[in-house]
């Protein structure tokens, strides 16, 4: 199948980065390479950085890449500090972060990511380590009811979760629409016609396989550590729980002193680290989202270091 990718709000992207044309630029999610291009289009002198941890990625990126000045790196975002060591980079000028499931991995069937089509059960993004079906046949009702819980905003966990284990009692569970028929089972059925009752366990059984939330919270503290003063951080978040670590983390290093509201004087030294570009999160406009319908959830937020 093609790497397909349409780059969600690439021109807010473009923007919000304000590239410097002999700058240093990271795109930690490369992906097809839609977003990185076109930062790397921009430069002269300057150099982007793709980071992915999807073979298939690294290998289409660095094909649409090849004229251009980037190198595309395998790895996981949050080793983007060692990375840049490892070039000889001491800064960036600008770090893009698109987060979540890449188009290709959704419409890639074997891939396992889809509630749509019957495919092996694996949900990998490396293509390495734990997958969903050992997931899905090993952890226990309580480990699954939790990260239903919690990575879903499944309030129908324990009932999934018990489904789960009660036909894995039986056989393992091998592919997506086994795992879909049982979850279906597991919600009453007033809400099976509602709509699609997939869709939040499989991000959270996602979530978990990718320990992505794990490796969210290291890679915005090696994200913003590593750039330059008036560097700035784009990132795009696809589901509010992700949203929130993005959020809370921007308004931290936006706080100045942080004692006691009692405390006559500060005492702490505290001074902000940075500033939000936009306090508001840039969504997709009617435009963008009749051309590409999978950008209805995406929320940018951007923070230039003080």
């Known amino acids: 199948m093609e790497f397909t990718h349409i780059p969600v709000l690439l021109k807010e992207c473009i923007e919000g980065l304000e590239i410097k044309p002999d700058g240093i630029y990271f795109d930690g999610t490369c992906g097809g390479a839609g977003h990185s291009r076109e930062i790397a289009k921009r430069l002269s002198g300057g150099q982007l950085i793709g980071i992915d941890r ?8 660095s094909e649409r890449l090849k004229e251009l000045p980037a190198r595309v790196v395998r790895g996981n975002y949050d ?12 800064g960036a000028d600008g770090i893009l972060l698109d987060l ?16 749509h089509a019957d495919a092996p059960l694996d949900m990998r993004m490396s293509q390495e380590g734990t997958s969903a079906e050992d997931i899905v046949n090993t952890w226990s009702k309580e480990q699954l009811t939790k990260i239903l819980y919690e990575y879903g905003e499944e309030k129908f966990a324990p009932r999934i979760a018990e489904a789960i284990v009660s036909h894995r009692s039986e056989k393992p569970i091998k592919t997506t629409l086994e795992l879909a028929e049982i979850i279906k089972e597991g919600v009453p059925a007033k809400f099976r016609r509602e709509k699609n009752p997939c869709k939040k366990s499989f991000q959270a059984i996602r979530i978990a396989v990718n320990n992505e939330f794990e490796h969210l919270d290291k890679a915005l503290d090696e994200a913003f550590g590593l750039l330059n003063k ?23 290093w936006c706080r100045g002193c942080t004692c006691p ?6 005492i702490c030294g505290n001074t902000p680290k940075g500033r939000l570009v936009n306090k ?7 435009e963008e989202l009749e ?11 951007i923070i230039e270091k003080l």
């Open 54 to 61: 999807d073979p298939d990625a690294v290998k289409i990126a």
């Open 79 to 90: 080793e983007i500090s060692e990375i840049a060591a490892e070039l000889n980079i001491s």
């Open 100 to 115: 979540g499931v890449s188009s290709h991995q959704l419409d890639t069937a074997e891939r396992g990511f889809s509630y």
């Open 230 to 252: 008036g560097g700035r951080l784009c990132i795009i978040t696809f589901h509010s729980l992700e949203d929130r670590i993005v959020k809370q983390r921007f308004a931290s």
């Open 261 to 266: 509201p009692d405390f006559p004087v500060c």
């Open 280 to 286: 508001k999160p840039y969504e997709a406009t009617p």
């Open 291 to 301: 051309a590409n319908p999978r950008s209805r959830s995406a929320k940018l937020r």
